[in-house]
């Protein structure tokens, strides 16, 4: 049984946003951080799980409700697992085409059996500010970084994930079937075992 009606996305990434919402959409009423704070919390913690219960945590404190937050990432194998928590500001904050240009030119001249990666997605769910336990969940999604963008459907580093499992990169999945495989589609069906929904 669902503990509660309503809760906030404390994430202030529209592509995230859109993934969580088509997932969690029929299950409960989701509310956007956007409504209550344009306030980015700072992300200070040195792994996914850290980051995201900052990130619950601070928006349950602004609204009042129930909070999910997700911090995600990209995790390469040739990069000892970088850009990884520091995936959204791999090119010092100058966004997804920034950081892609960046991550090509860095494996520039590495072949495709040292090209494996993941896609990292850790949730938290708080119930409210100070719960002193939140619901912690993770999902991981492996691939390759492909040498040249391709796709145009997600977000971020979308373009250069291929899916050895469908044969194409992430941004040429369809929303619905990215939702079905990805490491936050994984993360949140362990969620919603949690939540019994
Ligand atoms: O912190 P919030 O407000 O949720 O938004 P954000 O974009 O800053 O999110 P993160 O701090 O978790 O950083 C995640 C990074 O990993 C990338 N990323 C995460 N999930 C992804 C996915 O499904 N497809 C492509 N890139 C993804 C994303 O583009 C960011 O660069
Ligand atoms: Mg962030």
């Not at 939140?134 to 796709?151: F, M, S, V, Y």
Request: charged content about 20%; some cysteine.
């Amino acid at each position: 049984m669902m503990p509660f009606t309503e809760l906030v996305l404390a994430s202030h990434n529209a592509g995230k946003l859109k993934e969580l919402q088509a997932m969690l959409g029929e299950h409960v009423r989701v509310r956007s951080i956007g409504e209550f704070s344009s306030v980015e919390p700072e992300e200070t913690g040195l792994s996914f799980v850290e980051n995201a219960i900052l990130k619950a945590r601070h928006a349950a404190r602004v609204s009042g409700l129930p909070a999910l937050a997700d911090d995600s990432g990209l995790a390469v194998d040739f990069l000892g697992g970088a850009p990884g928590i520091y995936s959204a500001r791999y090119a010092d904050g100058q966004g997804d085409a920034a950081n892609n240009a960046k991550l090509l030119q860095v494996l520039k001249d590495v072949p495709d059996a040292e090209r494996g990666a993941q896609f990292v997605c850790a949730l938290a769910l708080l119930r409210h500010a100070d719960d002193p336990l939140p619901i912690l969940c993770e999902g991981l999604w492996h691939g390759r970084i492909l040498h040249a963008a391709q796709g145009e459907q997600g977000f971020g580093y979308d373009p250069l994930f291929w899916v050895p499992e469908r044969g194409c990169s992430s941004a040429e999945l369809t929303s619905t079937d990215k939702n079905q495989i990805s490491h936050r589609a994984r993360a949140m069906a362990l969620l919603k075992q949690r939540l019994g929904i």
